[in-house]
């Protein structure tokens, strides 16, 4: 036990039959939880995992063979971490999954407290509606869901479309704030043309008078293209962060900040032959290999990972990248947003 910890009392007959009196009256002693309430160091239930794409795409067209997206409503195979199998949980915070779309299929609009976003893994043809706006969906794509706004999903191409899922909804379940419901039709009607939102809102320029409303931002697709190519701008301009390599973050432009209010999305640049050094922070993080391979240590395990692979770093458990044999790019999501306007987040080289 840590010297900082504090050291619980001794049991004693007297004090057990007081605990047991008391908590007749839904009232126990904090004195007897105080070591696990407050701690000296965060102690995540959540452990590090891994999941392989090949194999999870594998259930993933199996399920798309015994269900359809329309009686899902979203057919989504959910990251479970193992450290709390049956919460539908990734992170003490954030939930993930794996969703694929058929061609052919729509999966029915809806809404709902929630923020979510999406990264394309796999396959074109399949678009998100957001508030009345259609935007196709293409491998590297990071697309969002605001809270509260209507989305539908359609693949009117040929071939499966499967990408990744993450939404706040351990948060919003925290708080007991959980709202949702149906659109009345299976799709919302499309009111803006393809490319509304980024003409307004992705060219540094914003329509005059604009107000911010909300902490969401209105630009909700951020195509791989451009963000890849940013990265490899950032590469020209010195050497790799030494823990990051060249990393960037998505942001809202009418902010500044990160794209929704609870949930931050990252993409870095690990060179071939990059040797990270280990840090921990408090966010816990899920990681995507949007392009080659490499390892991760992760609380002293190895991960190796390849292109579409998940895997998830726990709160305060050191971690580094490692990329001996080929150049990666790594999509991540965290709810570090969240911890800093509450004043939380820490980050430890």
Known sequence: MSAQEHAKPATTPEREEFYGRIGKKDLSPLWENLASLVTPQPRPA???ALWKYDDTREFLMEAGSLIT??????????MENPGIPGQSQITGSLYSGLQLILPGEIAPSHRHAACALRFVLEGTGAYTAVDGERVSMSPGDFVLTPSWTYHDHGNTGDEPV?????????IVNLFSTSFANRYPNETQPVTRAEGDALALYG??????????????????AYRY????????????????DPSHGFKAQYSNPTTGGAPMPTIGAYLQLLPKGFDGIEYRSTDSTVFVAAEGRGYSMIGGQRFDWTHRDVFVVPSWIP???HTPDDEAVLFSFSDRPAQQVLGLWREQA
Not at 162 to 170: F, K, Y
């Open 46 to 48: 959540c452990l590090p």
């Open 69 to 78: 997206a329309a009686e899902a409503e979203r057919r989504v195979l959910v």
């Open 162 to 170: 499967i990408w990744l899922d993450g939404l706040d909804v351990p």
């Open 203 to 220: 060219t540094n320029m914003l329509p005059f008078g604009y107000e911010v409303h909300g902490l969401n931002s209105p630009l909700f």
């Open 225 to 240: 293209e451009p963000s890849r190519a940013a990265l490899a701008q950032l590469a020209k301009r010195g050497d790799p």
């Open 319 to 321: 971690v580094s990248h």
